[in-house]
């Protein structure tokens, strides 16, 4: 089955304390990206990655790194998380570049609730 | 990357047809318009794409007038289920960047 995954899908942490948020997707896609999500703010992008070593930022970048060593997998890293970070975090993929019927069609995770104490 | 506005919530009643429109003027010419659905906790959901005209799935229709500095969706008969947040984006096929936005939180009623 064509998915995206994301470990863990809940988290409570403490401030300071790096965590990691895993995603992988099984649809060979060159693109994948990160978002967060919260009330009133709607959907934002925090950092993407056009294909294998290759991430940029997105609208909100601050106090996250990512890396793509591996074209399926695409971690979210929080080195020093802090309670403004406390918030719904999505992964997701789509290929602009193959051949497809709807161009950059992203095919989003299940979520990952991350709340920092 | 075009902007894109878009009500904040519309309310409607099972049965009904519901069009939400969203406004996007400066549109280029190379960029598609897509429309999200997302439920409560879930990641948004691909629903429709287009160019101009008018394009039909299973779920949805999307209205794109010929000057495409706006565009309708449109969904037919909505029930319960269709109660969600809709969101407009306009962009390319190679884009980098993608905007969501805040969306269209559509509530339907019994």
């Known amino acids: 089955e064509a998915q995206v995954t994301q470990n863990p899908r809940y988290l409570i942490t403490v401030t300071g304390k790096k965590l990691t948020v895993t995603c992988s997707q099984n649809m060979n896609h060159e693109y994948m990206s990160w978002y967060r999500q919260d009330p009133g703010l709607g959907l934002r992008q925090i950092y993407y990655s056009m294909n294998v070593e290759v991430t940029d930022k997105g609208d909100v970048p601050e106090g996250y790194k990512v890396s793509r060593k591996e074209k399926r997998n695409f971690p979210l890293i929080l080195e020093s998380p802090s309670p403004n970070q406390t918030s719904l975090y999505f992964c997701?993929?789509?290929?602009?570049?193959?051949?497809?019927?709807?161009?950059?069609?992203?095919?989003f995770g299940p979520g990952t609730r991350l709340t920092v104490l | 990357l075009a902007k894109t506005t878009q009500p904040i919530s519309m309310d409607s009643y099972e049965g009904q047809e519901v069009n939400i429109t969203c406004s996007h003027n400066n549109i280029a010419t190379n960029d598609y318009i897509t429309w999200y659905q997302q439920f409560p906790s879930q990641g948004p959901r691909f629903i429709i794409q287009?160019?101009?005209t008018k394009v039909t799935n299973e779920v949805a229709s999307l209205f794109i007038p010929a000057d495409r500095k706006s565009s309708t969706l449109s969904l037919p008969r909505v029930s319960l289920s269709d109660t969600a947040v809709y969101y407009c984006?306009?962009?390319?096929?190679?884009?980098?960047?993608?905007?969501f936005g805040k969306g269209t939180r559509l509530h339907i009623l019994p």
């Open positions: 997701a993929s789509s290929s602009p570049f193959q051949g497809q019927t709807n161009y950059n069609e992203q095919f």
């Open positions: 287009g160019y101009k």
């Open positions: 984006l306009v962009g390319r096929p190679r884009d980098d960047k993608i905007i």
